[in-house]
């Protein structure tokens, strides 16, 4: 079991996820050169045994060397902000990474996280569609797909000149007392994921 205080917190919104959730969970296991993390997996009204995949997988993600594996109920408002918001509030780190559930992230993403932290309070990954064909359960598979031969240290990219900048929802990570900022300010939770200002 790993007793370090966790750096970083990874928060997962649910719904319906019991049939995709076990990849992500497994990408999360074999993360490259990550500091310490807790992870967050965010219920939002699934019927579907959610909580019996996370208790499945739960052992083997503490084995990994996550320090907690905590599933929150967010049950009073439907949808993925408003899951977001609530695992956010139930962080116990200021730096805070989101992804979704029917995802699977690369090896270093959370190493790549830590490295951007150091230069921006918000940021938003990329993403590369997989085709639904080639979305298997084998998550050494996926990377092929996903990350480059070479290994490129993560770099901001100034995102592109638009009305109203963005973050990815499945992929971004910002500081809590930024985060709270939006919250407090009335983000609605229904109109997609908070700007970055």
């Keep these: 079991?790993?007793?370090?205080?966790?750096?970083?917190?990874?928060?997962i919104p649910c719904?319906?996820?019991?049939d995709m959730l076990p990849v992500q969970l497994r990408s999360l296991s074999t993360q490259q050169n990550a500091p310490p993390f807790e992870?967050?997996?965010?219920?939002?009204?699934?019927?579907?045994?959610?909580?019996?995949i996370v208790a499945e997988y739960r052992p083997s993600l503490i084995a990994a060397g996550v320090t907690e594996v905590r599933l929150i109920n967010a049950h009073q408002e439907a949808g993925a902000s408003y899951a977001r918001n609530?695992?956010?509030?139930?962080?116990?780190t200021e730096l805070l990474v989101f992804?979704?559930?029917?995802?699977?992230?690369?090896?270093?993403?959370?190493?790549?996280a830590t490295a951007l932290f150091s230069q921006a309070d918000a940021f938003s990954g990329s993403?590369?569609?997989?085709?639904?064909?080639?979305?298997?359960?084998?998550?050494?598979?996926l990377r092929a797909l996903i990350e480059s031969p070479t290994r490129d240290l993560p770099r901001l990219r100034p995102q592109e000149d638009l009305a109203i900048p963005i973050l990815m929802g499945g992929n971004f990570?910002?500081?809590?007392?930024l985060y709270r900022l939006f919250v407090i300010?009335?983000?609605?939770?229904?109109?997609?994921?908070p700007p970055v200002s």
Excluded: K
């Design 127 to 141: 993403a590369i569609p997989v085709a639904a064909s080639s979305f298997g359960d084998n998550v050494e598979e």
């Design 39 to 52: 992870l967050l997996i965010v219920d939002n009204r699934s019927t579907d045994g959610l909580a019996d």
């Design 86 to 92: 609530v695992g956010a509030s139930q962080a116990s």
């Design 173 to 177: 990570g910002m500081r809590r007392s």
């Design 99 to 112: 992804c979704d559930a029917d995802d699977c992230v690369s090896a270093w993403w959370l190493s790549d």
């Design 185 to 193: 300010e009335g983000v609605d939770p229904g109109a997609g994921d």
């Design 15 to 18: 719904f319906q996820a019991r």
């Design 1 to 11: 079991m790993n007793t370090a205080s966790p750096r970083l917190t990874v928060i």
